[in-house]
């Protein structure tokens, strides 16, 4: 039986994205019509697999005027969303791409600041919808949420045998390095935040194979991911280290990999496949992901095509 998917986005965002010639001081700048997508780290998720024909719910946490248009887009695109309402108005990020330099800016600003209130009723709502699925965490935290707030949503999903994906940034992530909250199901880290962790550069595929290992022994995860940006991704667990290096593709842009990566391997898993074909999958979907424009996400057909070059090996 395939386990239910439940996505979490505390820290919404609608994305503008737009482009100029040129970027100078002091000029009004004509923008081209600008590009609108539902954002943030757990929608993203979603919308990734929905891309590749799966299917997901996802828990947004909604504010004001701008919340209402992300739920818009959410729905047009066929994502059935659970929405937690909040005080003050879902924030607004704006990207801007050079177009006589290639060069690309993003402006990502603040969401509404959480009272403990709301942040008590998510975890007892994400509790109570995902008992017995897997509960995909994906992006940053909003203003307001605590530190742990990532360890006291996997204790209440222990409790209701959920598993807990996560893929976060900055204190968020130390507390789950911490290893107080008990093992999550799946831990997914970029490179930055991979050695930034293990206080070294981690130079290979082995040696992110060594860190995610050492995060096993001390608990923190039952799975972990190293995503190493064009060289491909590392995937260790309990009895594995996999290494799946991408084919080469024309970069448009960087943006939406990690959650394409994150949403594949989260729908394989789902569906009880092994992990080499959720790692397979995976690369294949940042890699798809990569050449789409904007804050576009992996297209399903790229996907397929993509995953028979994606060679899975042990490291």
Same mark, same amino acid.
């Given at each position: 039986?395939m ?35 539902? *954002? ?35 729905q ?46 998510? %975890? ?23 530190d ?17 994906f ?11 390095l911490?290893?107080? *909250?008990?093992?999550?199901a ?13 206080g ?99 297209? *399903?057909?790229?996907?397929?095509? %993509?995953?028979?070059?994606c ?5």
């Open positions: 039986m386990n239910q998917i439940w996505t979490v986005t505390m820290n919404p965002a609608l994305d503008y994205e737009t482009s100029v010639p040129v970027i100078r001081s002091r000029s009004k700048l004509r923008c081209s019509a600008p590009m609108l997508n539902p *954002g943030g780290g757990g929608i993203n998720v979603s919308r990734a697999i929905r891309r590749i024909g799966g299917h997901s719910h996802a828990f947004v946490a909604l504010g004001g005027a701008v919340g209402d248009e992300v739920l818009s887009l959410l047009a695109e066929g994502i059935e969303a659970e929405v937690m309402d909040v005080n003050g108005s879902t924030r607004i990020s704006f990207a801007v791409t050079e177009t006589d330099t290639a060069e690309h800016f993003r402006f990502i600003l603040p969401g509404p600041r959480l009272t403990e209130g709301e942040i008590e009723d998510a %975890l007892r709502r994400i509790g109570e919808l995902a008992a017995g699925g897997i509960v995909v965490f994906s992006g940053s935290q909003p203003p307001g949420a605590p742990d707030f990532l360890i006291r949503l996997s204790a209440r999903l222990s409790n209701v045998g959920a598993r807990l996560a893929d976060t940034s900055g204190p968020a992530m130390d507390a789950i911490s290893g107080k *909250g008990g093992p999550l799946v831990l997914r880290l970029d490179m930055a935040e991979a050695a930034q962790a293990a070294k550069v981690l130079k290979d595929a082995g040696d992110s194979a060594e860190f995610g290992r050492d995060l096993i022994n001390r608990g923190v995860a039952e799975m972990v991911i190293v995503s190493r940006g064009s060289e491909g991704s590392v995937l260790v667990d309990g009895t594995q280290r996999l290494f799946c290096r991408p084919p080469k593709v024309p970069v448009k842009s960087e943006t939406g990999a990690g959650d394409s990566l994150m949403g594949a391997v989260t729908w394989r898993l789902a569906q009880g496949d092994g992990v080499e074909a959720a790692l397979q999958a995976g690369v294949a979907a940042a890699a798809a992901a990569v050449m789409t424009e904007a804050t576009n996400l992996c297209e *399903g057909a790229d996907v397929v095509r %993509l995953m028979p070059e060679r899975v090996e042990a490291v």
